[in-house]
């Protein structure tokens, strides 16, 4: 049996590879970390349905976890995955990165034409910022433009 | 395979994974050739998220019709007559209106059938809308907001929208005719009576056509038989696409 904390440890460094400075615990993907005989199992929750990211993300938890023993990973959609499981500290790296992380609880946002937040821009924090796109560069990601520094960045959509 | 004889919940799986599939290789057309990169992007986006759900459903079907069926066997492997999706969604993308006059009733209707699958009698097609429907209900955002701007917008975008509005409406009456597989669904209770869904849909798509200054929908004489398995010409030439590398190199992987 290998601590959990260690296992934990080693998944900090395995990184999105679509957002590389968030790792599978500050995403908050990782929901539970079990070992049974001589595997380790590990609990994935999937972001997004389709996010082409989650083979990767899969067998870079494997490899992570390789020198504590042989990995199976579930994939968990019960509770679905949601923003608010990312870390605080996870949070400001997205903005330190340039992309503003989501605002708010996603927990009331299974209504329709729901208004859309203040996303403070990640550049000048200016919080004059206009939506551009509803879908950016990944599935998880809107387009934004700052109205003050006029910079266009991702945000992370709150989901 | 038997697909054509599977039980009434599996039948009612692959009918959901159908349009999510169909839908999805409709709209992944629009790869590179979307009007501005941000909305090529946002269609594309929209695909992979219908897709990534196919593949739930069908992986759900898969495991329900046992005797080592796979999500590929029944994506890649099953003709024309075999596919339950609703006939809106394997229609022609035509311009960028019509595309997204379809997405906007589509989408609407898919948002209240997840809600309402979020209470499913059963507990994978339970957990599988409670996270499809918080994709969807960006879907349905992105698709009413463009009907908005299109209809408010000038008198030509506004008589083109208001054009496809109208094609596509009898299409839209598919949804709440109920098939054989939804009476037998909603009988079971792991599907909605799809009848009920029409008034939260009307409402919705209304108050939208409203803001965008086009008329109330009519949705007509329904045109239908998709979910029975009749379909319009298009649905064999989108399939021939999709399946040709599944079936010329069956043991194929990616």
């Keep these: 049996m290998v601590d959990n904390e260690a296992l934990e440890r080693a998944l900090e460094s395995v990184m999105d590879p679509e957002v590389p400075v968030l790792s599978v615990m500050d995403l908050g993907l990782v929901r539970a970390i079990y070992q049974v005989k001589e595997f380790i199992h590990v609990d994935v929750a999937p972001t997004y349905t389709g996010c082409p990211a989650m083979d990767v993300i899969h067998e870079r938890i494997k490899v992570s976890l390789e020198p504590f023993g042989e990995t199976i990973i579930h994939s968990v959609i019960d509770p679905p995955w949601t923003t608010d499981w990312m870390t605080e500290a996870g949070k400001k790296k997205l903005e330190a990165f340039g992309i503003a992380p989501p605002v708010g609880k996603a927990s009331d946002k299974r209504t329709l034409w729901a208004p859309s937040p203040n996303v403070r821009c990640p550049r000048c924090k200016s919080e004059r910022t206009d939506l551009v796109s509803l879908f950016g560069s990944t599935a998880c990601k809107s387009l934004y433009q700052c109205q003050d520094c006029n910079e266009p960045f991702d945000y992370f959509k709150c989901f | 395979m038997k697909w054509d004889t599977c039980d009434p919940k599996t039948a009612y799986v692959l ?109 994978r097609l339970r957990h599988i809308a409670a996270k499809a429907i918080k994709e969807t209900s960006y879907h349905a955002q992105y698709s009413a907001e463009w009907i908005i701007r299109l209809g408010d917008g000038t008198e030509e975008s506004h008589a083109k929208i208001a054009q496809s509005l109208r094609h596509f409406a009898p299409f839209a009456h598919e949804f709440f005719v109920a098939s054989e597989v939804d009476r037998a669904a909603a009988e079971a209770d792991f599907g909605p009576k799809v009848s009920d869904l029409s008034s939260s849909w009307e409402e919705k798509v209304n108050a939208i056509l409203q803001l965008a200054t086009l008329d109330p929908v009519d949705l007509g004489f329904p045109k239908k038989g998709g979910k029975a398995g009749l379909h319009s010409e298009h649905h064999g030439y989108l399939l021939a696409e999709m399946q040709s590398l599944a079936r010329a190199y069956p043991d194929a992987s990616w």
């Design chain 2, 15 to 123: 009918h959901l994974a159908d349009d999510a599939l169909i839908l999805g290789q409709r709209l992944a057309e629009w790869c590179g050739h979307g009007p501005i990169l941000e909305q090529d992007i946002a269609l594309t986006n929209i695909s992979l998220d219908l897709i990534g759900l196919a593949r739930q459903y069908y992986q759900y079907a898969a495991e329900l019709m046992g005797e080592g069926c796979t999500e590929n066997d029944l994506a890649y492997h099953r003709d024309s007559r075999a596919f339950m999706n609703h006939l809106i969604c394997e229609q022609p993308n035509g311009h960028w209106g019509d595309t997204l006059a379809r997405q906007f009733y589509f989408d609407t209707f898919h948002f209240f059938q997840l809600e309402a699958l979020a209470q499913s009698s059963d507990e």
